[in-house]
């Protein structure tokens, strides 16, 4: 049995707006059927500048914001989120990265990886995160029940 692959024309792309997009090809996020790819996310440039010792935590926190919004124009969350990356270009402050995961995936808890890399084409970004989400089925809706006499 052969399962046919969705066509270009059922995908939902989104956009965050972010300069690079289109000079690099690519969008912020794809919905395909039930599933969601959110591409790799750094914070906004003002957050980047942020420095001190929980740095790695407002940035990731800053990134985290950003894939939640692509999840909800996808009309997905974090609770649909069954995979996240990390990259990170300081293993050592793993805990700052792993706290702003934790906030926001708690509940879910999807697999997760965390690599450190030598750096981010933004210089100043601690941390890339990218995410990929399967929106769980609605449950059926019951027909309201009908009150009244019955058999009468």
Same mark, same amino acid.
Request: charged share 30%.
């Given at each position: 049995?052969?399962? !046919? !692959?969705?066509?270009? =024309? @059922?995908? %939902?792309?989104? !956009? =965050? ?24 996310? $750094? #914070? ?9 010792? @929980?740095?790695?935590?407002? %940035? ?36 700052? +990265?792993?706290?702003?995961? %934790?906030?926001? +995936? ?9 690599? %450190?890399?030598?750096? +981010? ?9 990218? $995410? @990929? ?18 058999? #009468?």
């Amino acid at each position: 049995m052969t399962r !046919s !692959s969705p066509r270009a =024309s @059922d995908r %939902q792309r989104i !956009s =965050s707006g972010a300069p690079w997009e289109a000079t690099v090809g690519y969008s912020r996020a794809i919905r395909v059927g039930d599933r969601v790819f959110v591409a790799g996310t $750094v #914070a906004p440039e003002a957050e980047r500048r942020t420095r001190g010792p @929980d740095a790695g935590y407002r %940035q990731a926190s800053a990134a985290l914001k950003i894939v939640e919004s692509a999840l909800k124009e996808a009309g997905a969350s974090f609770d649909d989120v069954v995979r996240t990356r990390m990259f990170v270009t300081d293993i050592r402050r793993w805990e700052e +990265f792993g706290r702003a995961h %934790q906030e926001a +995936f708690g509940r879910a808890r999807p697999a997760a990886t965390m690599v %450190q890399v030598e750096r +981010f084409i933004p210089k100043d970004a601690l941390v890339e995160i990218e $995410v @990929d989400a399967v929106r769980a089925p609605r449950p059926p809706t019951r027909p309201p029940r009908r009150r009244g006499n019955r058999g #009468a």
